[in-house]
């Protein structure tokens, strides 16, 4: 592969559903890599239609996984993405152009973020939506931390201009998914929670729901977007508290 290839990277658990539609985006990469995470369903069916470059396996934790398709990936420049994500044809040029030219060792790209067919642009926290992530990097200089989720990332090298253009990411289909997510995400934090030795306490993380409310809704300007601000800022100041309360009720 040349100075300027791209691999493209997608991590998922059963995502038969909507796998092609994120793979269709990425015939542009010099190679697709697809890691393959305990899939029941047709996942890899679904991918062998773009690439043989499947990894199969079972990680507990969600770094792990990522950090597993980043090593597997064999040119020189990595696009991460995930399978409910997007890459129109002018992030896609954009792209090619930035890695042909860069001096840096990662760039930041823009997310629009969807509930059903609703673009909703402003208040996301990183629990649900990203209003921008390191998804282009030389490989090597971004490794996921070791937690199930939302784990932490670091980098090594420089930092380079955001890019424009924006992936396309379909969050959630209507509300009961946010909500469903948000159960499953603070389960997972949860067990992060006793893992780490230290779940926190029931003050600090009563005084998280208002200031996470406060970051999402006024700070990232959720209330430009109506109810759906409310409803993902109501959403990132729960998130904290009933991760807590799982971690110290709940049995693992």
């Known amino acids: 592969m040349s100075a300027s290839s791209v691999s493209a990277l997608v991590v ?65 420049w990595v696009l991460e993405i995930d399978a409910d994500e997007r890459v129109p044809p002018a992030l896609a040029d954009e792209i090619r152009a930035t890695v042909a030219t860069s001096a840096a060792d990662w760039h930041e790209v823009p997310v629009d973020n ?50 424009e253009h924006r992936i396309v990411h379909y969050v959630d289909r209507d509300i009961s998914g946010l909500i469903r997510k948000l159960d499953s995400y603070s389960s997972a934090h949860a067990r992060d929670l006793r893992a780490a030795g230290d779940i926190g306490s029931f003050g600090r993380n009563v005084r998280r729901i208002f200031s996470r409310f406060y970051k999402c809704y006024v700070a990232r300007r959720g209330w430009r977007e109506g109810p759906y601000g409310f409803l993902i800022a109501l959403l990132a100041g729960l998130y904290p508290i009933l991760s807590y309360l799982k971690a110290r009720l709940e049995d693992e």
Not at 17 to 33: G, H, K, M, S, Y
Not at 35 to 62: H, K, M, Y
Not at 127 to 133: D, L, Q
């Open 12 to 76: 998922a658990h059963n995502e038969e559903a909507q796998l092609a539609d994120c793979l269709e985006t990425l015939r542009f990469a010099d190679e697709i890599v697809v890691v393959l995470d305990r899939c029941t369903d047709d996942s890899r069916a679904v991918a062998a239609r773009f690439t043989d470059r499947i990894v199969d396996g079972a990680w507990p934790l969600e770094g792990d996984r990522r950090n597993e398709g980043i090593a597997a990936c064999a040119g020189p």
């Open 114 to 163: 969807y509930i059903g067919a609703r673009l909703v642009r402003y208040g996301w926290g990183a629990s649900f939506g990203r209003g921008a992530h390191a998804a282009v990097f030389r490989k090597g200089a971004k490794r996921w931390g070791a937690e199930r989720v939302h784990p932490k990332l670091s980098f090594t090298g420089t930092k380079g201009a955001r890019l």
